[in-house]
């Protein structure tokens, strides 16, 4: 536990002597290093931990050097903006707010772009901001601003490569650490949710496109924090260090470095600039002439690389750094987080009238109704092709009927998102497992409460969420304990067998603290024990009151522990009763049993 | 067998640059590679031609290409100077980068000569520009060449196309202010990548404005698309480019279209067609001889010449550098500073320079002459 | 601006048009049947148009040496595999193709006066050596990591491309290359005036893409290509092998790509760097087409090559401002209407 704050101690101590030991020019680089490893920083949010591409990174860049430098070196600015230019702490200010504003105006138009579409837009402004920076003569044009002064702090002037390195990595060290904690949080979850699973993380409540702005305006002010350092240590800007090319680099660094890992960002950006440098001294003398070949040697090292370490270098390192991730500690006297008053039994929770859902010609629902009542577990069952997930989809508000109307607690569904329905105290799991594989089983379970918490980016980042975290960790370790999935807690999600992963899921919907729980195939891969196990947790919720729908095709487990069925075939009710009477009904036995596939 | 021998001598090699006794170091920084990698090369060829003892004391180049990125450019000043301890850095190509290493420069307090064209890198002269120089004539000095002939040739209306980037712009920017002057109207002002696949959208507005000459400011090969689109959609007016276009390949590249093209270049380009009495035909033509024995005959541009300049300089300036101090350390490199600054009359392959505190170019017009394509070839004009 | 104005910006617009078409076709077949985004497409452009322009000068090309170190390599990895496996003659068969050919070309160009050949000789020889790379180049870095995540792959394109571009400086230089025109005849319509060369592109693209088209409808490989690319797993259950898909679409592709540099050296100069651009644009066509659509991502790429011709003639400073800029409503609106799964891997 103590070892992993000895790697960084020591590592902080080394930061803090490099320029007593190193020489001036590694100081130099390790100042560049520190700017790369920030814009880096940003991709590992944005791109390893979001899933979202950008190659248009370096405008970012641009936009911040630009901002400072255009300010600080001008000299008929405009009386209401005179202020900017008389501190470089002030343009840094004015930078951060233009990058949020247009980080904010590109994300609204851009971020809608799904799949691929995103990284080719990314190019497109990424190109086009390059060529308004060349083209703009108040901006020096392609041949750039000079003059650019350096930054004072404290009386000091930061005008040499030792004074400014304290300054960069200071910056860098702060932005990981806001990162580290950002994902480490309520927030964190959801922005972890965003790569492969979207629908989940909706179905949770989840805003997810605010949570893409988010990532992306915070990847795009670190870029902006970069911009500004790099124009004031260079001294000037011109347009080439902001184009297309170097945006790709950026991405380049990140994956390098291991795009998913906050430490990846550092390892990219390091590897890359040394290498490039220990290749330009090298090379020439071992090849007897300077040429292009740096850049080829350099193309083939990291395709070298990336087929030795897919996940970048980062994980390789690890391993070798004395440091194992800490376990989650759950705090037993956390205060437990508020629970809705759930209805009383008996009274009407979800109803669906008459609902029909076409699909062109053809008919998947076939005015399908059906009730369920608080304390009361429905079965909809049939045989495959019935229309049940169809009709699953209606009454969980992903699809909306072509006529009829599904009702929760009194409310029509029709016209709500996945995350208001789940607000209102619909709570679900999928046919087809949608669980974050690499994350533990407890974060896994902790996303169910996002809507009982409501610490946002800013806090977690500092760090002022941690009362919250405590209280929302407990709820997910307590659900987790509950469903028998205690020994698994630290694991992770994606090591569970199936069945296993189906009743994570189930405890996940439980965290949300619903009244109504939707289970899509819940037994499906269970072992008997386990099914007993399930069985059991059901009626016990049902005598707290919980309402359950059951999309089953486990019969035993059905008639054993639900209080109605509900029988469909070719998309029309062909029976409703207790499990009793089901059995026996001539038209439920013609379909499971007579019928010719 | 082989490779190991190369990597033992390379070895060597590496260690006798680390262990030498006094010499003097001078590290190189130009763009091998990347978009100016055309003008860099030729700078490149020609480093190794420049000579390895001054005033009695060895020389040593290192040479590292910044891939036409301004970063790159300053990360390479900041390892010459504080790693590598050179006495003088020669460099960058492009205006952008040699602009951005003035800081490195007047910080470590080691005297820089550009080959980059813009005046901006030596003037106005302030406190860190007195540590830099530049051997290439300065935009506005090839644009009077060109506006005076226009001039003489009643050229009233004029088109301009010009890459953009750096170097297009330095092009617009004085040869705007010159033209207009001198009472010649830019009607038309486009712009247009080195890399583009086609120009004809820019041609047929230049042409719109029915211009008396079309100006073309681009250098090497890619020129010569602007000028062949002109011609392939009929225009038949003369047409300017700039001395960035003078090499072979571009001769290569444009072929019958290029007929009759008009262009300052810097004596190099000519040494042999110009009159003996030419104040610069004999340094020019030292050059262009040491250079194309080298890279092959014709091989030569005006690029090379503004690295050969920068030795020039040295060869100059460094005698009297090294009367007072040793190189390799602080007092010789702001000797050497002085010592450029005071060189006089010194003749180089692309003029005659004289500096003075005010002036680190030193160019006069002895430093250009204007041609004209004929027959495919260079010829001067009387 | 007036109609012969709008009628000649049209004709570039097209002529461009058409060849970024070709390298959105390729794009699109590279992406769906191997996930790889495949950036270097552009290069193979540029040692298409290069390596013919050598040709012409009487040089033999750098680019054939190129072919001979990948042969050798992939020889060393399948070669061996063969032999550890027992199998002599599939090793024979591996060094006779990835060693044995690039030697003989090299030899035979060595042998031959290069510039004094018929240019469709010529044609053919820059074919020969250019094409055989793509298929050398899957092996090597592509098929280690077929199943790694599309990023993965993309960067290891990046890294490509960079190389490549080294490489391409090193053998033909910083300088461009224009080749003469296949014929030298020209149109007269109108205002237009529609060069023999300009003709060939768009004659050879429309029956370019009319051959893929039958290459995919009816033939046993194009099937193949076209189960891969729908389902992966699922292809390769039905005993299509992956690799060979790879193998197969990376020689379609570069034979697109050194084809279209032919086409178009003659009309441009070709830079050792020119790539990236030309392959650029025929990205955003591949991507207006959602990597999936070949009409569509045809139709992207005449846009673009009109929407560039007009921009320029219209603001040419803020040319690419403009057609970057412009392209994201188009996204925008592809990415509204074309239906995708939000959960991709």
Same mark, same amino acid.
């Given at each position: 536990?103590?070892?992993?704050?000895?790697?960084?101690?020591?590592?902080?101590?080394?930061?803090?002597?490099?320029?007593?030991?190193?020489?001036?020019?590694?100081?130099?680089?390790?100042?560049?290093?520190?700017?790369?490893?920030?814009?880096?920083?940003?991709?590992?949010?944005?791109?390893?931990?979001?899933?979202?591409?950008?190659?248009?990174?370096?405008?970012?860049?641009g936009?911040?050097?630009?901002?400072?430098?255009?300010?600080?070196?001008?000299?008929?600015?405009?009386?209401?903006?005179?202020w900017?230019?008389t501190?470089?702490?002030?343009t840094?200010?004015?930078?951060?707010?233009?990058?949020?504003?247009?980080?904010v105006?590109?994300?609204?138009?851009?971020?809608?772009?799904?799949?691929?579409?995103?990284?080719?837009?990314?190019?497109?402004?990424?190109?086009?901001l390059?060529?308004?920076?060349?083209?703009?003569?108040?901006?020096?044009?392609?041949?750039?601003?000079?003059?650019?002064?350096a930054?004072?702090?404290?009386?000091?002037?930061?005008?040499?490569?030792?004074?400014?390195?304290?300054?960069?990595?200071?910056?860098?060290?702060?932005?990981?650490?806001?990162?580290?904690n950002?994902?480490?949080?309520?927030?964190?979850?959801?922005?972890?949710?965003?790569?492969?699973?979207r629908?989940?993380?909706?179905?949770?409540?989840?805003?997810?496109?605010?949570?893409?702005?988010?990532?992306?305006?915070?990847?795009?002010?670190?870029?902006?924090?970069?911009?500004?350092?790099?124009?004031?240590?260079?001294?000037?800007?011109?347009?080439?260090p902001?184009?297309?090319?170097?945006?790709?680099?950026?991405?380049?660094?990140?994956?390098?470095?291991?795009?998913?890992?906050?430490?990846?960002?550092?390892?990219?950006?390091?590897?890359?600039?040394?290498?490039?440098?220990?290749l330009?001294?090298?090379?020439?003398?071992?090849?007897?002439?300077?040429?292009?070949?740096?850049?080829?040697?350099?193309g083939?090292?990291?395709?070298?690389?990336?087929?030795?370490a897919?996940e970048?270098?980062?994980?390789?390192?690890?391993?070798?750094?004395?440091?194992?991730?800490v376990?989650?500690?759950?705090d037993?006297?956390?205060?437990?987080?508020?629970?809705?008053?759930?209805?009383?039994?008996?009274?009407?929770?979800?109803?669906?009238?008459?609902?029909?859902?076409?699909?062109?010609?053809?008919?998947?629902?076939?005015?399908?109704?059906?009730?369920?009542?608080?304390?009361?577990?429905?079965?909809?069952?049939?045989?495959?092709?019935?229309?049940?997930?169809?009709?699953?989809?209606?009454?969980?508000?992903?699809?909306?009927?072509?006529?009829?109307?599904?009702?929760?607690?009194?409310?029509?569904?029709?016209?709500?998102?996945?995350?208001?329905?789940?607000?209102?105290?619909?709570?679900?799991?999928?046919?087809?497992?949608r669980?974050?594989?690499?994350?533990?089983?407890?974060?896994?379970?902790?996303?169910?409460?996002?809507?009982?918490?409501?610490?946002?980016?800013?806090?977690?980042?500092?760090?002022?969420?941690?009362?919250?975290?405590?209280?929302?960790l407990?709820?997910?370790?307590?659900?987790?304990?509950?469903?028998?999935?205690?020994?698994?807690?630290?694991?992770e999600?994606?090591?569970?067998?199936?069945?296993q992963?189906?009743?994570?899921?189930?405890?996940r919907?439980?965290?949300?603290?619903?009244?109504?729980?939707?289970?899509?195939?819940?037994?499906?891969?269970?072992?008997?024990?386990?099914?007993e196990?399930?069985?059991?947790?059901?009626?016990?919720?049902?005598?707290?009151?919980?309402?359950?729908?059951?999309?089953?095709?486990?019969?035993?487990f059905?008639?054993?522990?639900?209080?109605r069925?509900?029988?469909?075939?070719?998309?029309q009710?062909?029976?409703?009763?207790?499990?009793?009477?089901?059995?026996?009904?001539?038209?439920v036995?013609?379909?499971?049993?007579?019928?010719?596939? | 067998?082989?490779?190991?021998?190369?990597?033992?001598?390379?070895?060597?090699?590496a260690?006798?640059?680390t262990?030498?006794?006094?010499?003097?170091?001078?590290?190189?920084?130009?763009?091998?590679?990347?978009?100016?990698?055309?003008?860099?090369?030729?700078?490149?060829?020609?480093?190794?031609?420049?000579?390895?003892?001054?005033?009695?004391?060895?020389?040593?180049?290192?040479?590292?290409?910044?891939?036409?990125?301004?970063?790159?450019?300053?990360?390479?000043?900041?390892?010459?100077?504080?790693?590598?301890g050179?006495?003088v850095?020669?460099?960058s190509?492009?205006?952008?980068?040699?602009?951005?290493?003035?800081?490195?420069?007047?910080?470590?307090?080691?005297?820089?000569?550009?080959?980059?064209?813009?005046?901006?890198?030596?003037?106005?002269?302030?406190?860190?520009?007195?540590?830099?120089?530049?051997?290439?004539?300065?935009?506005?000095?090839?644009?009077?060449?060109?506006?005076?002939?226009?001039?003489?040739?009643n050229?009233?209306?004029?088109?301009?196309?010009?890459?953009?980037?750096?170097?297009?712009?330095?092009?617009?920017?004085?040869?705007?202010?010159l033209?207009?002057?001198?009472?010649?109207?830019?009607?038309?002002?486009?712009?247009?990548?080195?890399?583009?696949?086609?120009?004809?959208?820019?041609?047929?507005?230049?042409?719109?404005?029915?211009?008396?000459?079309?100006?073309?400011?681009?250098?090497?090969?890619?020129?010569?698309?602007?000028?062949?689109?002109?011609?392939?959609?009929?225009?038949?007016?003369?047409?300017?480019?700039?001395?960035?276009?003078?090499?072979?390949?571009?001769?290569?590249?444009?072929?019958?279209?290029?007929?009759?093209?008009?262009?300052?270049?810097?004596?190099?380009?000519?040494?042999?067609?110009?009159?003996?009495?030419?104040?610069?035909?004999?340094s020019?033509?030292?050059?262009?001889?040491?250079?194309?024995?080298?890279?092959?005959?014709?091989?030569?541009?005006?690029?090379?010449?503004?690295?050969?300049?920068?030795?020039?300089l040295?060869?100059?300036?460094?005698?009297?550098?090294?009367?007072?101090?040793?190189?390799?350390?602080?007092?010789?490199?702001?000797?050497?500073?002085?010592?450029?600054?005071?060189?006089?009359?010194?003749?180089?392959?692309?003029?005659?320079?004289?500096?003075?505190?005010?002036?680190?170019?030193?160019?006069?017009d002895?430093?250009?002459?204007?041609?004209?394509?004929?027959?495919?070839?260079?010829?001067?004009?009387? | 601006?007036?109609?012969?104005?709008?009628?000649?910006?049209?004709?570039?617009?097209?002529?461009?048009?058409a060849?970024?078409?070709?390298?959105?076709?390729?794009?699109?077949?590279?992406?769906?049947?191997?996930?790889?985004?495949?950036?270097?497409?552009?290069?193979?452009?540029?040692?298409?148009?290069?390596?013919?322009?050598?040709?012409?000068?009487?040089?033999?090309?750098?680019?054939?040496?190129?072919?001979?170190?990948?042969?050798?390599?992939?020889?060393?990895?399948?070669?061996?595999?063969?032999?550890?496996?027992?199998q002599?003659?599939?090793?024979?068969?591996?060094?006779?193709?990835?060693?044995?050919?690039?030697?003989?070309?090299?030899?035979? @160009? #060595?042998? =031959?006066? +290069?510039?004094?050949?018929? /240019?469709? *000789?010529? &044609?053919?020889?820059? $074919?020969? %050596? !250019?094409v055989?790379?793509?298929?050398?180049?899957?092996?090597?870095?592509?098929?280690?990591?077929?199943?790694?995540p599309v990023?993965?792959?993309l960067?290891?394109?990046v890294?490509?491309?960079?190389?490549?571009?080294?490489?391409?400086l090193?053998?033909?230089?910083?300088?461009?290359?224009?080749?003469?025109?296949f014929?030298?005849?020209?149109?007269? @319509? #109108?205002? =237009?005036? +529609?060069?023999?060369?300009? /003709?060939? *592109?768009? &004659?050879?693209?429309? $029956?370019? %893409? !009319?051959?893929?088209?039958?290459?995919?409808?009816?033939?046993?490989?194009?099937?193949?290509?076209?189960?891969?690319?729908?389902?992966?797993?699922?292809?390769?259950?039905?005993?299509?092998?992956?690799?060979?898909?790879?193998?197969?679409?990376?020689?379609?592709?570069?034979?697109?790509?050194?084809?279209?540099?032919?086409?178009?050296?003659?009309?441009?100069?070709?830079?050792?760097?020119?790539?990236?651009?030309?392959?650029?644009?025929?990205?955003?066509?591949?991507?207006?087409?959602?990597?999936?659509?070949?009409?569509?991502?045809?139709?992207?790429?005449?846009?673009?090559?009109?929407?560039?011709?007009?921009?320029?003639?219209?603001?040419?400073?803020?040319?690419e401002?403009?057609?970057?800029?412009?392209?994201?409503?188009?996204?925008?609106?592809?990415s509204?209407?074309?239906?995708?799964?939000?959960?991709?891997?």
């Open positions: 536990m103590r070892a992993d704050r000895l790697v960084l101690g020591a590592f902080l101590a080394l930061l803090l002597l490099v320029p007593a030991i190193l020489s001036p020019y590694y100081v130099t680089l390790l100042n560049y290093i520190g700017l790369y490893a920030m814009v880096a920083l940003g991709l590992v949010l944005l791109t390893g931990v979001g899933g979202l591409t950008s190659f248009g990174q370096a405008a970012f860049v936009l911040g050097a630009y901002t400072t430098a255009a300010l600080t070196t001008a000299t008929d600015l405009p009386a209401w903006l005179a900017a230019g501190s470089p702490w002030l840094l200010v004015v930078g951060l707010l233009l990058t949020a504003v247009v980080a105006l590109i994300g609204s138009l851009t971020l809608k772009l799904s799949g691929h579409f995103l990284p080719l837009g990314t190019i497109a402004w990424g190109i086009s390059y060529f308004l920076f060349g083209t703009m003569e108040s901006l020096g044009g392609h041949t750039g601003i000079s003059g650019i002064p930054i004072g702090l404290l009386g000091w002037t930061l005008d040499e490569g030792g004074e400014i390195y304290y300054l960069i990595w200071a910056f860098l060290l702060v932005a990981m650490l806001t990162t580290h950002l994902l480490d949080s309520r927030e964190g979850r959801a922005i972890r949710a965003l790569k492969g699973g629908i989940m993380a909706e179905a949770m409540g989840v805003d997810t496109s605010r949570s893409r702005m988010v990532i992306f305006v915070i990847a795009a002010l670190l870029a902006c924090a970069s911009g500004w350092l790099y124009a004031h240590m260079q001294r000037f800007v011109n347009p080439t902001f184009g297309v090319h170097i945006g790709i680099e950026y991405l380049f660094m990140a994956v390098v470095g291991g795009a998913g890992y906050v430490w990846g960002a550092i390892v990219g950006a390091g590897v890359i600039t040394v290498l490039k440098q220990w330009q001294n090298w090379l020439p003398s071992l090849l007897g002439a300077t040429g292009s070949f740096e850049t080829i040697v350099f083939l090292l990291m395709v070298l690389v990336l087929h030795r897919r970048g270098l980062w994980p390789i390192l690890k391993k070798l750094v004395p440091v194992r991730a376990r989650k500690t759950i037993a006297d956390a205060e437990p987080l508020p629970r809705r008053t759930l209805p009383k039994a008996g009274e009407l929770i979800l109803e669906a009238k008459d609902v029909t859902r076409r699909f062109g010609g053809l008919i998947a629902n076939n005015n399908m109704s059906l009730e369920v009542r608080a304390g009361e577990i429905l079965a909809l069952i049939g045989p495959n092709g019935a229309g049940k997930s169809t009709m699953f989809n209606q009454i969980s508000g992903v699809d909306t009927p072509t006529s009829g109307e599904v009702r929760f607690l009194g409310k029509p569904v029709a016209g709500h998102d996945s995350r208001e329905i789940a607000r209102m105290g619909m709570s679900r799991t999928f046919q087809h497992v669980l974050l594989p690499t994350m533990s089983v407890l974060e896994n379970v902790a996303i169910g409460a996002h809507l009982r918490s409501d610490k946002g980016v800013l806090s977690s980042a500092w760090r002022l969420d941690r009362a919250e975290e405590a209280r929302i407990k709820e997910a370790a307590r659900q987790i304990e509950r469903v028998g999935l205690a020994e698994h807690m630290y694991e999600a994606g090591s569970l067998a199936l069945g992963q189906r009743i994570l899921e189930i405890a919907a439980l965290c949300a603290d619903p009244c109504l729980l939707l289970l899509d195939e819940p037994a499906a891969g269970l072992r008997l024990k386990e099914k196990a399930l069985g059991e947790l059901l009626r016990k919720l049902r005598s707290e009151g919980m309402a359950t729908l059951i999309v089953e095709h486990d019969m035993d059905v008639m054993s522990l639900v209080d069925v509900v029988v469909m075939e070719f998309g009710k062909i029976a409703e009763g207790l499990p009793d009477e089901i059995q026996q009904n001539p038209a036995l013609e379909a499971y049993l007579g019928g010719v596939e | 067998m082989k490779l190991r021998n190369t990597l033992l001598a390379a070895l060597g090699l260690f006798a640059a262990t030498a006794q006094a010499e003097i170091k001078v590290g190189v920084v130009l763009s091998a590679t990347g978009p100016a990698a055309s003008l860099g090369i030729p700078e490149k060829n020609t480093i190794s031609l420049l000579p390895t003892t001054i005033g009695g004391e060895k020389v040593s180049y290192i040479v590292l290409d910044d891939a036409s990125d301004t970063t790159t450019a300053v990360k390479n000043a900041r390892k010459l100077t504080v790693e590598d050179v006495d850095i020669i460099g190509t492009t205006s952008p980068a040699s602009l951005a290493m003035v800081d490195v420069a007047a910080e470590t307090k080691t005297p820089m000569i550009s080959m980059a064209a813009s005046a901006r890198i030596v003037a106005p002269m302030d406190d860190k520009k007195r540590w830099v120089f530049k051997t290439p004539q300065n935009d506005q000095q090839m644009a009077s060449a060109i506006i005076g002939h226009m001039s003489a040739n050229v009233k209306r004029v088109s301009f196309i010009g890459f953009a980037n750096a170097y297009g712009e330095g092009w617009y920017e004085q040869f705007k202010k033209a207009e002057a001198k009472g010649i109207e830019v009607a038309a002002s486009e712009r247009f990548n080195p890399a583009d696949t086609s120009v004809t959208g820019q041609a047929l507005k230049l042409m719109s404005v029915k211009p008396d000459a079309v100006f073309i400011a681009g250098s090497g090969t890619p020129s010569a698309l602007p000028q062949k689109t002109l011609r392939e959609r009929g225009y038949k007016g003369p047409i300017y480019q700039t001395h960035g276009v003078a090499n072979n390949d571009f001769l290569r590249i444009c072929g019958k279209d290029c007929e009759g093209t008009l262009l300052p270049v810097g004596p190099v380009q000519m040494a042999r067609s110009l009159p003996d009495s030419h104040p610069v035909k004999a020019a033509l030292a050059y262009v001889e040491k250079y194309e024995a080298a890279n092959g005959a014709g091989s030569v541009s005006s690029f090379g010449a503004y690295a050969w300049d920068a030795g020039v040295l060869e100059a300036a460094v005698p009297s550098a090294l009367k007072t101090v040793k190189p390799g350390s602080a007092e010789f490199r702001a000797a050497l500073r002085d010592a450029l600054e005071g060189v006089k009359e010194v003749a180089g392959a692309t003029g005659i320079y004289s500096m003075s505190a005010e002036d680190h170019l030193g160019l006069d002895r430093s250009r002459v204007m041609i004209e394509i004929r027959n495919g070839t260079w010829s001067l004009l009387k | 601006m007036d109609m012969s104005i709008a009628l000649i910006l049209s004709q570039d617009g097209i002529t461009n048009g060849i970024y078409a070709l390298l959105a076709l390729a794009l699109v077949l590279v992406f769906a049947v191997t996930r790889v985004i495949f950036i270097q497409q552009g290069e193979f452009v540029a040692y298409g148009a290069l390596t013919l322009a050598m040709m012409q000068s009487g040089v033999l090309p750098a680019t054939v040496w190129m072919l001979v170190v990948m042969g050798a390599l992939v020889t060393a990895l399948d070669g061996g595999l063969a032999l550890k496996a027992g002599g003659r599939r090793a024979a068969g591996v060094a006779g193709w990835n060693l044995g050919y690039p030697l003989a070309l090299a030899a035979a @160009l #060595g042998g =031959l006066a +290069v510039d004094e050949l018929p /240019l469709a *000789v010529q &044609v053919l020889l820059t $074919l020969a %050596i !250019v055989p790379m793509g298929p050398m180049m899957y092996r090597l870095m592509y098929q280690p990591i077929a199943s790694a990023l993965v792959l960067i290891v394109s890294a490509l491309h960079i190389a490549m571009v080294g490489l391409g090193l053998f033909f230089g910083a300088e461009g290359q224009r080749t003469p025109a014929s030298e005849f020209s149109l007269e @319509l #109108g205002p =237009l005036m +529609v060069s023999a060369q300009t /003709l060939w *592109v768009l &004659v050879v693209s429309a $029956l370019l %893409i !009319v051959g893929l088209y039958q290459f995919f409808g009816r033939t046993l490989y194009g099937k193949a290509l076209r189960a891969t690319a729908i389902n992966r797993v699922g292809a390769q259950l039905m005993g299509i092998s992956p690799t060979l898909a790879g193998k197969l679409t990376f020689f379609l592709a570069a034979f697109i790509g050194a084809l279209s540099g032919v086409l178009i050296a003659p009309i441009t100069t070709i830079y050792y760097d020119t790539g990236f651009l030309i392959g650029l644009k025929g990205f955003v066509a591949a991507i207006i087409g959602g990597l999936a659509s070949y009409p569509l991502a045809a139709v992207g790429a005449l846009a673009v090559g009109l929407l560039e011709a007009f921009a320029s003639f219209w603001a040419s400073a803020y040319k401002v403009i057609v970057f800029t412009l392209i994201i409503p188009v996204l925008l609106w592809r509204l209407t074309s239906h995708h799964v939000e959960e991709e891997e």
